[in-house]
């Protein structure tokens, strides 16, 4: 992992670092453009709570396995990765160390559109599961918080061409989510690499 591209942040049990320019402007606009057209998103239903709701957000599945991921209720059937996600993958693996059978993809298209707080620990991500959260378009505000210990926060601003970098006991220990924002905001797209067992 190259320290001159990435930063720890300063979390107890957990281990999280953020690449601020794992991809440079002119790709970023490249990787969205195509990736907006390319993917087949899909507008889902969750359950939360008991209740069936419409998904604040557009996803897709994508991995180098047929390997199906639940959460929420919802089951999705990857699609193949494609040349571009592969190329994608490439650049993460670098700088991440770390090589991924599977990409969660969500399309969230406006301000309205969020992930609400939770932790990526279901069972078939294994014990101490490695995310790789990339981002292209709008830059959205990312919140942090300690499942035990609800004093401890943290929050910083995904950018365009990011890498979040989640590993060790970080699922354990914290949730995280994406907020809704009044501001107007055009669409980010945000890759989620994860190996699916």
Not at 44 to 65: E, H, M
Not at 127 to 138: C, K, L, N, R, W
Request: charged share 25%; hydrophobic share 35%.
């Amino acid at each position: 992992m190259d320290k001159a591209l990435s930063y720890a942040l300063d979390m107890p049990q957990a281990d999280v670092w953020y690449f601020p320019n794992a991809f440079n402007v002119a790709e970023s606009k490249h990787y969205y453009e195509l990736l907006y057209k390319e993917i087949a998103w899909r507008a889902d239903q969750v359950r939360i709570f008991g209740k069936w709701i419409d998904q604040p957000r557009l996803t897709a599945l994508y991995a180098a396995n047929s390997n199906p991921y639940t959460y929420s209720g919802l089951t999705l059937d990857p699609n193949p990765y494609t040349p571009l996600l592969h190329e994608i993958l490439k650049r993460v693996k670098e700088l991440t160390g770390t090589d991924f059978s599977s990409c969660l993809l969500n399309l969230y298209r406006d301000g309205n559109d969020s992930n609400g707080w939770h932790a990526d620990d279901e069972k078939e991500l294994g014990t101490d599961p490695v995310i790789a959260s990339v981002s292209f378009g709008q830059d959205r505000m990312f919140h942090f918080r300690h499942k035990k210990d609800k004093s401890l926060k943290q929050k910083l601003v995904l950018e365009n061409g990011s890498i979040l970098l989640m590993k060790g006991s970080t699922q354990h220990h914290w949730q995280h989510q994406l907020p809704k924002s009044k501001r107007q905001m055009t669409p980010r797209i945000n890759l989620t690499f994860r190996n699916i067992l």
